[in-house]
């Protein structure tokens, strides 16, 4: 019995006539076809930027929830990563219940669009910032990601210590600007 070897569907050679440099050439030929492909494909999901939001959450008594990072111990917005066929609403409402427990009651206006390639230090991302009405417990969901949840009077924020591009969202919100950056 001869076993053969078939490349591109023709027959190359018998296996016991087939050279070591043979199998490393057409290997070697294969995977840099197959890389060629997933940089391609990574280059489309990666390279573009991906969009995220950041929540102001209001409670009723005048006082805005911050969420304490796991990864970098610093003060944020709550927020995330838009899932995909989700809307910039649906994302705000599920990011806040996962990261502070609270529910959304509405979202009262748009504070900025923010996309500097350097907000976020992990990837581009564009993050849409809302201010919102909440209302309920505050109980972080996603303990992965969030190590407390607080919340604050205005003057009481660590303004300059918060995480990402935090610190400039904040003082747009309360310089009431809605802002493109």
């Known amino acids: 019995m001869v076993l053969s070897l078939y490349l591109n569907g023709s027959k190359t050679t018998d296996l ?17 076809q197959l ?26 008594d005048g006082r805005i929830v911050l ?26 409402r599920r990011e806040l219940r996962e990261e502070t427990g609270l529910d959304l009651i509405k979202i009262n206006r748009l504070v900025g669009v923010y996309s500097d390639p350097e907000r976020d230090p992990r990837l581009h991302s564009i993050c849409v910032v809302v201010e919102a009405d909440v209302e309920g ?22 303004q300059g210590t918060l995480s990402h591009d935090n610190d400039r ?10 802002t493109l950056a």
């Open 16 to 32: 016991g006539i087939l050279t070591l440099s043979q199998i490393l050439i057409e290997t070697s030929s294969s995977m840099r």
């Open 169 to 178: 969202q904040l003082q747009d919100y309360f310089e009431g600007l809605t």
């Open 67 to 92: 969420i304490q990072r796991r990864d970098n111990g610093k003060w944020s917005l709550p927020g995330g990563i838009v899932d995909w066929g989700e809307d910039i609403p649906t994302s705000v």
């Open 35 to 60: 890389k060629r492909y997933f940089q391609a494909a990574l280059g489309l999901i990666i390279r573009h930027p991906v969009a995220g939001t950041s929540i102001i959450p209001l409670l009723p």
């Open 137 to 158: 417990m505050l109980q972080a969901q996603d303990t992965l990601e969030v190590m407390d949840v607080r919340a604050f009077l205005p003057n009481e924020i660590p």
